[in-house]
């Protein structure tokens, strides 16, 4: 266990970043764990923690923030009658499918692996959320039959490889197929939920590596949760409040080019070991 103070700056880093994390989940949908995760494996690298499943249990962790985090981002966006609940029914077999597929496939990697997926998928979200246009439309209604099916386990699966919680992939679908904004973010805060359980629960039962953080039950680092979860409840809703007042379109420019630094970050890390 590193000395209280080392170990007191990344208390205060982890606050910070929980706080910054929930306004993204309620303000873009995106979800906080695009935040967390590399802010977990940053934290965790620096006070020496570099075992074989460390990328795993930052995932796993996020993950298990996310459950929080989009209990209190759907029950505010209910308030504002933005969640599709016939939506989150239909697609929900898929996700928890794919969630549960995902974890089982994630522990087979190894953490440098995922630090890669993750980045690359990141990069995916940051260049969409960077170029996307308000117009841009592939269909006028959500897909149907096999079509969703694929893409509910999809949804699922690429969003536990990541740690998560759909948005960043949620969003953009429902958006590319004629829903509304606040429609799109409100719903995607149901699929974290629908996404981070299975994925949450897969991790607790997983076991850990040599080398992972103290606190570690499982692959989900219960001291860095509690510290996210302590100020994602504050923070969360007031995203959800900003998300129904201001036009979101120059904060997801400024974040999408924030995440596209950070997974660039996270490769030349993956690379130089």
Do not use: E
Request: charge should be positive; proline fraction near 5%; aromatic fraction near 6%.
């Amino acid at each position: 266990m590193p000395d209280i103070s080392v170990l007191l700056p990344f208390v205060g880093f982890l606050l910070v970043v929980g706080g910054f994390a929930g306004v993204l989940a309620g303000l873009l949908g995106v979800g906080g764990g695009i935040v967390l995760v590399p802010a977990f494996y940053s934290v965790f690298q620096q006070l020496g923690y570099t075992g074989p499943q460390l990328m795993q249990v930052c995932v796993a962790t996020s993950l298990a923030t996310i459950i929080v985090t989009s209990l209190r981002s759907v029950r505010a966006h209910h308030g504002k009658g933005a969640v599709s609940w016939q939506t989150l029914r239909i697609w929900a077999p898929g996700i928890v499918m794919g969630a549960a597929t995902s974890v089982l496939v994630a522990n087979q990697l190894r953490s440098d692996t995922m630090v890669v997926i993750f980045a690359c998928l990141a990069l995916s979200v940051a260049t969409y959320m960077g170029l996307s246009k308000d117009h841009w439309r592939v269909a006028d209604a959500m897909p149907q039959g096999a079509r969703r099916v694929v893409m509910s386990v999809g949804v699922g699966f690429l969003s536990v490889l990541m740690g998560i919680g759909g948005g960043g992939i949620a969003v953009p679908l429902m958006k590319l197929h004629g829903r509304p904004m606040h429609s799109a973010v409100g719903t995607a805060a149901g699929f974290g939920l629908l996404i981070a359980v299975p994925g949450a629960i897969g991790f607790l039962l997983s076991p850990a590596g040599a080398g992972a953080p103290p606190g570690t039950v499982g692959l989900v680092n219960l001291p860095a949760f509690a510290i996210i979860v302590a100020m994602t409840t504050i923070t969360t809703p007031i995203g959800v409040n900003l998300a129904h007042k201001l036009n979101p379109s120059v904060l997801k420019r400024v974040f999408a080019a924030f995440l596209f630094l950070v997974a660039l970050n996270m490769i030349r890390r993956a690379i130089m070991g």
